[in-house]
């Protein structure tokens, strides 16, 4: 599976962004990120069968997950960013069912840098 993401930039506290997750297969899919000095941690995930998307503690109510069938693109639309989501934004993918960890997703996109001034 290729993954190609994109939409990551400058904005200022309180702004926001939409990043894009383009791939070559239906997946199960999620959005990860990385700040300078830091492990990479989940943000969100989605299932292409159905069910919930899931979300972060720290992004839940703020960024929402979703998809496009007709291009087999996932969203990850980011509202309300705050200094703290600042970090390298990368976009998973799985042929099953995966959850939170990073090991348990086997294709990554090259990432996507979002800086929030604040």
């Known amino acids: 599976v290729q993954l190609q993401a994109s939409g990551g930039g400058l904005v200022q506290a309180g702004g926001s962004l939409r990043l894009s997750c383009a791939a070559s297969?239906?997946?199960?899919r999620a959005w990860f990120r990385q700040a300078s000095g830091k492990e990479r941690e989940f943000v969100a995930l989605?299932?292409?069968?159905?069910?919930?998307?899931y979300y972060a503690d720290s992004v839940k109510g703020r960024f929402t997950i979703s998809k496009d069938s007709a291009s087999n693109t996932v969203y990850l639309d980011m509202n309300n960013l705050k200094p703290e989501d600042t970090a390298i934004y990368y976009c998973?993918?799985?042929?099953?069912?995966?959850?939170?960890?990073?090991?348990?997703?086997?294709?990554w996109g090259q990432g996507t840098l979002v800086t929030v001034s604040s």
């Open positions: 998973a993918a799985s042929y099953v069912r995966s959850w939170t960890s990073p090991s348990e997703y086997a294709y």
């Open positions: 297969r239906r997946t199960f």
């Open positions: 989605i299932s292409w069968s159905g069910g919930t998307p």
